[in-house]
């Protein structure tokens, strides 16, 4: 794209967009390869009970060691890899090396009680037909209880959701998966709509806990947050807010009754050693 800057003189119309075009491109045609060579890791962050302050599990977050780039966050990678299909073979790979580091979790803590993990599914993962059956697969080789996985989708996914797509998730569910509605608060879904959903944890948005900055924090946030947490309880779900960055946010979202917390405040996402260390802490102090 080059627009005429007078006389035989030609511009790019946006140098920094093409810039960005050719960079997306260069990490599209890179991610097969990507995964052969086993370029992605997976960091973990701690998911912390509100009323006692211990490791209950953790969620699993993808990243990219690019060889030229350096770390890449899911949000730079992700969409191309659902564009391209390459989405359905990386996120059964992060669910299998998640799933097989809960296992090692609980066979290393018992004493810290069964540790959860947490693996976000993209709606690309929803539609394939081979879900179900690849989660079964992935429980049963690893030996982990179906219990102890949740799998998290997020609400904009599920607005308008037919049966057919949530039939596969009504399957998980039936066998003890946890569904969790991802980013809760961000879509516009009816509330209502929540009864039809096989979820049974909320994941309030962490644009809810920024408003919780100040303490007492202002009086409609804190409205809102109380009608979700109450309307969620009500239903059976449970409710985990998202980007707890200091002590005050934490007090307040367990004053509303906020069931569970993740966040820098407790950790950043990091290698699985570091959530051995974390439970320990808790089982033992
Ligand atoms: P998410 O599932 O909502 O994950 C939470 C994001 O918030 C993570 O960003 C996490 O690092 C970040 N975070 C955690 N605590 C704090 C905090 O206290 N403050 C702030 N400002 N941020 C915090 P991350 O790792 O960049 O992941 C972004 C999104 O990428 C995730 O959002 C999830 O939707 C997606 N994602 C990550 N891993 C996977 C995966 O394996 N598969 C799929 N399909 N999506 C993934
Ligand atoms: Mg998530
Ligand atoms: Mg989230
Ligand atoms: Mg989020």
């Known amino acids: 794209r080059a627009k005429s800057a007078g006389g035989n003189r030609f511009e790019l119309a946006d140098p920094e967009a093409d810039a960005r ?21 997976i960091e973990y962050q701690p998911l912390v009970h509100l009323g006692d302050g211990s490791v209950r599990g953790a ?22 890899a659902e564009h391209t299909g390459l989405i359905v073979p990386l ?8 799933v097989r580091q809960a296992r090692a979790w609980q066979e ?8 959860r993990i ?8 929803l539609t394939h037909p081979g879900l179900v059956q690849d989660t079964v ?33 009504r399957r998980l569910a039936e066998m003890g998966v946890d569904i969790a509605l991802d980013d809760f608060g961000t879509g516009y879904s009816n509330l209502a709509n929540l009864r039809r959903l096989p979820v049974s944890i909320l994941k309030l948005d962490r644009s809810f806990t920024q408003s919780m900055q100040q ?17 969620a309880h009500s239903l059976d ?47 033992t102090g």
Do not use: M
Not at 30 to 41: I, K, N, S, T, Y
Not at 118 to 125: A, D, E, H
Not at 243 to 265: H, K
């Open 91 to 98: 996120g059964r790979w992060v669910l299998e090396q998640s």
């Open 137 to 169: 697969d992935i429980l049963e080789r690893e030996g982990l209880d179906a219990d102890a996985l949740c799998l998290e989708v997020t609400e904009s996914a599920l607005i308008g959701a037919d049966d057919d797509l949530l039939k596969p998730l």
């Open 118 to 125: 947490n693996v976000n599914l993209s709606p690309c993962q």
């Open 108 to 115: 290393r803590h018992s004493d810290a009680g069964p540790l």
């Open 21 to 41: 075009a050719i960079t997306r491109h260069g990490l599209t045609t890179a991610l097969p390869a990507a995964l052969d060579r086993g370029e992605f890791f």
């Open 59 to 80: 969620e699993a977050l993808v990243r990219w060691l690019h060889p030229q780039h350096g770390v890449l966050g899911p949000d730079q990678f992700i969409p191309l």
């Open 237 to 283: 779900l449970a409710v985990t807010v998202e980007g707890v960055e200091t002590g005050a946010q934490a007090e307040q979202l367990r004053i509303l009754g906020c069931d569970t917390a993740q966040g820098w405040y407790y950790a950043r996402p990091g290698p699985p050693e570091r959530l051995h260390e974390l439970a320990l802490v808790d089982a």
């Open 215 to 231: 303490f007492p924090a202002d009086p409609v946030d804190l409205k809102i947050v109380e009608g979700i947490v109450s309307l």
